[in-house]
């Protein structure tokens, strides 16, 4: 009985299928409910804030501003201290709410609590503040001027400017046969997920029971301990049912503080659901524009690249905000042998919604650089597509990239070469041309990539086999709809060699799961599965020595298959795995218990993605098919794993053609789910996904690299090349608009 490698069904999809799960907003108790007063104004003092015709409301209990919530917190909301080193920021913790200055519009700047969501709305509308307002900056080029200032205590707007230089840049220079100008821009977005952010926190008797839409239950219990003071023995927090998170649940908003200390205040449960307007407030992402010349010979051969990343982290560092300016410069090289490299990477501060991160997070927009670079450079020397990657590509694995990031395993140009077939590269290019003879605007496109995955240092795992041998799992890992869970069973039933039904995986509540780093960056089958699979392994040694300890002999002579185990020596004594279970706990022990903390490192999976696009004669561009060819590693499940490719595919159809998080001159987000277009299956293209057979596997034990942003990381790059090949212009940034395409069509009649 094997199950790794075969895509099997998802184990725990039936309550998501009959609307049975349980997400926050489901929890049914007897709670207060909370609502926020939010700034009008992008930039002003507040000079006064009256509260007293809100509380006349009936059903309100209180009203709270940051005089009541602040005193409460012995510290904010700061970079993730994990994989952001806090020194490099200048950055002030956020506080539940601001003391005397706003600094975006929609800014939480009060608390209202009542008996029902109804009369809390109600009464928002009567909370008065006076504010004093002063001239925004809502764009990174003048915010970096300094002329407005968004935090006054720091005096500049810039809170991150580090050089990431390497190799021989002038002389890189020097030997080029042409210098070429690129710029890639990625526009802000929202990650939507189907859940809007929720939090239901009681604190009774000096203990405080959270239930969180999250990603990170164990990181957010150490912040909430931190930040109010309160041993984390004395925190539980509870992950129910999650739709959805795309990074943007690794975040802890004002509003989570707010309604934490509401319940210390109070001393009674209280709950928050965002509603869409707000949870399209409290997670936007992306926005970068990067700007720069690279030296190339006439060949092909990229000598070095130069140039300046701009980044915005809206009004305040957000706990993930600090990971683009860090990740993004330094796989801009991505899976390239460029030596010689001078970025700048600057991240400044706006009076704009606060940046947190979103599916691949700072993969996406390196990839849409460095692609950029090559599919220009590929223009401008009358290359192909192809023989420009071919030219460049990494040639010997494991590599060192010039800032340090050690590409584990694969055959970047074996990948290629054999994607390109695999997918029908230059048939497709065939066929459009010969499509846009007849005057249909069509285009192929292709791009590579080079993803990190499998964020460490470590993850948790726990086993119990019970006396009857069913199995439970307790990972660290926090599925939130990717559906990892069933792998990790796949790869426990595997190494028990037992039926898959007998195995439960449970995660998500901190009073259950010893330790956890949660989900994100495609980590939870390789690092949780491993971890999973290493714990499987010493409960398997704990039944053997019962065993050998029932027969009388050493270990060794003890042999495992199949359910059964036998004395290698006497083939006729053999005993049961549902035996050895019961015997376990005969002698009143706890049993087949066992834990660990599995470390390792990053993992590097690859691939080549290709989009054919289509153009209709407003500018509307359509995305017909996406085909995908990936190393990565070990497949623990084709479904699952394919699966992903289509998310993350269609989230970068959206990325590259549809979606963006608008804002006007004073900052306001001016655009809703009317004019928001995330794509649906109207716009889902047709779907090709290929996973190399003779994969390069990590040093995991899975063998796994990781897939779950892949899509996502090197599809926007994909299909912006693929409209570049309908229309015949080049295009920088994404998304490109139909204003912007049919400005273009227009332009070359």
Request: aromatic residues 10%; contains cysteine; negative net charge.
């Amino acid at each position: 009985m094997s199950y790794v490698g075969k895509p099997v069904k998802r184990l725990y999809d039936d309550k998501f299928v009959t609307g049975k799960s349980t997400y926050v907003d489901d929890i049914r108790m007897p709670a207060l409910y909370a609502g926020f007063v939010r700034s009008t104004y992008p930039h002003a003092y507040i000079k006064r804030i009256d509260i007293s015709d809100a509380l006349k409301v009936n059903g309100i209990v209180a009203v709270f501003t940051s005089k009541e919530i602040n005193p409460l917190l012995k510290g904010g909301i700061r970079p993730w201290p994990t994989y952001i080193d806090l020194k490099s920021f200048r950055y002030i913790e956020r506080k539940a709410f601001p003391e005397n200055k706003v600094k975006y519009l929609g800014e939480p700047i009060a608390i209202v609590i009542g008996q029902d969501k109804y009369s809390v709305r109600d009464a928002i509308d009567k909370v008065v503040v006076d504010y004093e307002p002063l001239k925004p900056v809502t764009s990174m080029e003048e915010a970096e001027k300094d002329q407005i200032i968004v935090h006054d205590e720091l005096k500049t707007n810039i809170s991150y400017k580090i050089p990431f230089k390497a190799g021989e840049i002038d002389k890189a220079f020097n030997e080029a046969d042409k210098i070429v100008k690129v710029e890639a821009i990625n526009e802000r977005l929202i990650p939507n997920p189907m859940e809007p952010r929720g939090i239901i926190a009681r604190y009774e008797g000096g203990t405080l029971s959270i239930w969180y839409s999250t990603q990170v239950p164990h990181y957010m219990r150490l912040e909430f301990s931190r930040i109010f003071g309160i041993p984390e023995s004395k925190i539980k927090v509870s992950m129910p049912d999650v739709g959805g998170a795309f990074g943007s649940k690794v975040h802890l908003t004002p509003e989570d503080l707010a309604v934490v200390a509401s319940s210390i205040i109070l001393g009674r449960p209280v709950r928050w659901t965002a509603t869409r307007s707000e949870e399209m407030l409290a997670s936007e992402a992306r926005h970068n524009v990067f700007t720069g010349e690279v030296a190339v010979k006439k060949d092909g051969t990229v000598l070095g690249i130069k140039g300046k990343l701009l980044l915005d982290l809206g009004a305040y560092m957000t706990v993930t905000a600090g990971l683009q300016p860090l990740i993004i410069p330094m796989m801009i090289p991505g899976p390239y042998k460029i030596r010689n490299l001078d970025l700048e990477s600057v991240a400044v501060y706006t009076n704009t919604p606060p940046i947190t991160m979103y599916r691949g997070a700072s993969r996406p927009e390196a990839t849409y650089i460095i692609e950029r670079i090559m599919s220009t450079v590929a223009d401008e020397l009358g290359l192909d597509d192809v023989t420009i990657r071919e030219r460049n590509l990494v040639t010997e694995l494991p590599y060192t990239n010039p800032f340090g990031l050690r590409y584990d395993s694969g055959d970047y140009i074996g990948l290629l070469k054999e994607g390109v077939k695999k997918l029908g590269y230059y048939e497709l290019k065939k066929w459009a041309e010969e499509e846009r003879k007849k005057g249909h605007r069509v285009g192929v496109g292709l791009a590579f990539y080079l993803e990190i995955c499998s964020f460490g240092p470590w993850e948790y795992a726990e086993i119990r086999v019970d006396e009857r041998g069913d199995v439970l799992v307790i990972t660290g890992t926090t599925p939130h709809g990717q559906g990892t869970e069933t792998a990790i069973a796949q790869l426990v039933a595997d190494t028990f060699q037992i039926d898959i039904n007998r195995v439960r995986v449970i995660w998500g509540d901190t009073d259950t799961v010893a330790a956890s780093m949660g989900t994100y960056g495609s980590r939870s089958i390789t690092i949780g599965g491993s971890a999973a699979m290493k714990v499987a392994e010493k409960i398997l040694d704990k039944m053997k020595r019962i065993a050998a300890s029932t027969w009388n002999v050493d270990v060794q002579e003890v042999q495992y298959e199949k359910g059964e185990f036998r004395l290698k020596s006497d083939p006729s004594k053999r005993m049961s795995w549902d035996d050895v279970a019961n015997l376990a706990y005969r002698s009143h022990d706890p049993g087949l218990v066992e834990k660990l903390m599995y470390e390792n490192d990053v993992t590097f999976p690859y691939g080549v993605h290709i989009a054919v696009v289509e153009v209709d004669d407003t500018g509307i561009a359509r995305v017909l098919e996406y085909r995908a060819y990936d190393d990565i590693g070990k497949v623990i499940n084709p479904a699952l794993a394919e699966g992903q490719i289509h998310g993350g595919g269609l989230q970068a159809v959206g990325q590259a053609l549809y979606e963006q998080a608008l804002l006007n001159d004073n900052g306001q987000l001016i655009v809703t789910y009317a004019d928001y277009y995330i794509p649906t299956v109207v716009e889902a293209p047709k779907f090709t996904s290929i996973f190399a057979e003779n994969y390069h596997p990590s040093n995991y034990p899975t063998g796994s690299k990781g897939v779950g942003e892949a899509a996502l990381i090197v599809g926007p790059a994909a299909i912006i090349r693929a409209l570049e090949d309908a229309v015949g212009a080049r295009f920088t940034k994404t998304p490109t608009t139909p204003e912007e395409i049919l400005r273009t069509i227009m332009s070359k009649r």
